[in-house]
Antibody, heavy 127, light 103 residues
Framework: QVQLQESGPGLVKPSETLSLICLVSGGSVISDTSFWSWIRQPPGKGPEWIGHVYYSGTTTSAPSLKSRVTISVDTSQNQFSLELNSLTAADTAIYYC???????????????????WGRGTLVTVSS | DIQMTQSPSSLSASVGDRVTITCRASQTLSTWLAWYQQKPGKAPKVLISKASTLESGVPSRFSGSLSATEFTLTISGLQPDDFATYYCQLSGTFGQGTKLEIK
């Protein structure tokens, strides 16, 4: 049974960089049907997709965050990671890692949904 | 970017009721819409994928459908465990959420 577990600091200072890791257990990140994703959810608000990585290293990020986001995968460690720079208080949220099942549609675009989630980790941006 | 309009934002209902939640996409190039249930302090859990496919282990009282540009989640015969917040999602976009409360 595949499980995902986020790890990283719970408190980060403004202007600094957040680094999170998601360890995949019970399965492999090397999957041709999965994107490995990051999603965040500010307190009291809905989820926001941050981006994802394919096992080959190809990434896609949300346009609103693209300039600040780096997502990578380490197949030897069976994990993937998120870096988010230039943090502000607005980045305070629960950060989830998730597995996304995807297809490439007739228009050449990808569609996906999240079929497995980690428990999430609360990240607070404060001095 | 695709915009998702989810309604209602909140809903009060009683055990045994039938409720519907809708999501309208600004573009309808895909039927790969998913519905999630989220309870306080927990990660969202997928209920339905590809507009109408019930995920493994999800009770059959949950169903999804697509009509023209509108996706619908229906819960037939509400159970106490169903009172939660529900989200739709189409690739990189989530709906605003519907909080289902006990009347």
């Amino acid at each position: 049974q595949v499980q995902l577990q986020e790890s990283g600091p719970g408190l980060v200072k403004p202007s600094e960089t957040l680094s999170l890791i998601c360890l995949v257990s019970g399965g492999s990140v090397i999957s041709d049907t999965s994107f490995w994703s990051w999603i965040r959810q500010p307190p009291g608000k809905g989820p926001e997709w941050i981006g994802h990585v394919y096992y080959s290293g190809t990434t896609t990020s949300a346009p609103s965050l693209k300039s600040r986001v780096t997502i990578s995968v380490d197949t030897s460690q069976n994990q993937f990671s998120l870096e988010l720079n230039s943090l502000t208080a607005a980045d305070t949220a629960i950060y989830y890692c998730a597995r996304a099942s995807f297809i490439k549609n007739d228009y050449g675009d990808y569609n996906w949904y999240f079929d497995l989630w980690g428990r999430g980790t609360l990240v607070t941006v404060s001095s | 970017d695709i915009q998702m309009t989810q309604s209602p934002s909140s809903l009060s209902a009683s055990v045994g009721d039938r409720v519907t939640i809708t999501c309208r996409a600004s573009q309808t190039l895909s039927t790969w819409l998913a519905w999630y249930q989220q309870k306080p302090g927990k990660a969202p859990k997928v209920l339905i994928s590809k507009a109408s496919t019930l995920e493994s282990g999800v009770p059959s009282r949950f169903s999804g459908s697509l009509s023209a540009t509108e996706f619908t989640l229906t819960i037939s015969g509400l159970q106490p465990d169903d009172f939660a917040t529900y989200y739709c999602q189409l690739s990189g976009t989530f709906g605003q959420g519907t909080k289902l409360e006990i009347k």
